[in-house]
């Protein structure tokens, strides 16, 4: 060993026995560890690249999975096409429906006819039919394409072979789809929500909210809502005063009103004992009225006789109100709405599993309309 580069001692015999014996014996003992531990290495090196493929098929069969359960992207359809899967735009038609019911390539449809927007080209419909094919929601009707022809443009959305308009159902003297409150209120929040991810999601504006273009779909746990037209502002002119979400926010709120109440129409013509004249009440009057009036029970549809909660019914007239109110105030976000018939929701089903468990009475008034 060196004590310095000047002062160095050489060596002895010995002490190169002793330090070419340590270091044989330092290099045998790590050459049997090394060996010794190569196996149990190789082991784990093996184990980590499975546990490391195998992480990434799943991740290879879960994103195929996720894309697998998108609906094919929308098309651009030929007018011939819509014309053949029409019958020449003759098939029968509800006198509430404002769209044709047909089959598009072996799917479902109900065809909607819409004022293009001016100087609208193919381009740009395949650009729109792309941006909207981002988004998905339950309460979503799927876009399946569109067609151009002349001042026209046709939106063909998914439609369940047993689903209705909203439109539809309201009108009928007697309906079993909506016969439960549970339903009606099912029916608010799915639209509700769709409108919230629109608001939300989509940063975009439905602009045409309304009972016909709402369609019921039956659903194993009862019923859902599918709200069509969304993406439609990117293809067809806006209805007059539906360029924001402050008017789907009011066009909710008097959708709502309608569900509760069982109109058909927003308004309607109403005799007045004292005029002796017939003059135009709408849903939103009649609201008001009831509100004010401590007369809820009487005024939700008669066609749930009296098994509803009215302390529900009261408040989701609150929220119809404050959304379709003219009054000064700005509509509520669409977040907010969403989450009072949500609350709304969720009370009512509290009800219906009490109401399963006891006689009922005590939920149920007894007292005549």
Request: proline share 6%; with cysteine.
């Amino acid at each position: 060993m060196c004590k310095s580069s000047s002062g160095a001692l050489a060596p002895t015999a010995s002490r190169r026995r002793s330090r070419s014996s340590s270091s044989a014996a330092t290099a045998a003992a790590s050459f049997s560890a090394a060996t010794s531990s190569g196996p149990d290495r190789q082991t784990t090196n093996t184990s980590n690249t499975t546990t490391s493929s195998t992480s990434s098929r799943s991740s290879r069969s879960s994103l195929a999975a996720a894309r697998a359960s998108l609906p094919p992207p929308p098309l651009l359809y030929p007018f011939h096409e819509l014309t053949a899967a029409t019958n020449g735009f003759l098939a029968k038609r509800d006198a509430s429906s404002t769209y044709w019911r047909c089959s598009l390539r072996g799917r479902d449809a109900a065809l909607f006819q819409l004022r293009a927007l001016p100087g609208l080209t193919r381009a740009d419909a395949s650009a729109a039919l792309a941006r909207t094919a981002r988004y998905h929601h339950a309460s979503l009707a799927p876009l399946l394409g569109a067609c151009l022809a002349g001042p026209h443009v046709y939106l063909a959305y998914s439609h369940p072979p047993a689903a209705a308009s909203l439109a539809a159902c309201l009108l009928r003297s007697s309906t079993s789809i909506l016969g439960t409150w549970l339903s009606r209120v099912q029916v608010a929040a799915d639209v509700a929500q769709g409108l919230d991810y629109v608001h939300t999601h989509a940063d975009a504006v439905h602009g045409r909210v309304s009972p016909s273009t709402v369609l019921l779909v039956p659903d194993p746990d009862g019923l859902r809502a599918s709200l069509t037209h969304f993406g439609a502002d990117q293809f067809a002119q806006p209805d007059a005063a539906a360029a924001q979400s402050d008017s789907d926010v009011h066009a909710f709120g008097l959708l709502l009103l309608q569900l509760l109440s069982g109109e058909a129409e927003a308004s309607r013509f109403r005799f007045d004992r004292a005029t002796k004249e017939f003059a135009t009440v709408s849903v939103l009057d009649t609201a008001a009225e009831a509100l004010a009036t401590g007369r809820v029970r009487t005024w939700v549809d008669r066609r749930l006789g009296d098994s509803f909660p009215v302390a529900a019914a009261e408040k989701l007239l609150e929220v119809g109100l404050r959304c379709a109110s003219p009054d000064d105030r700005p509509p509520p976000e669409m977040s907010w709405v969403a989450g009072k018939v949500s609350k709304a929701y969720v009370e009512s089903r509290a009800w219906a599993r009490q109401l399963q468990h006891s006689d009922g009475l005590s939920s149920v008034s007894l007292a005549p309309r």
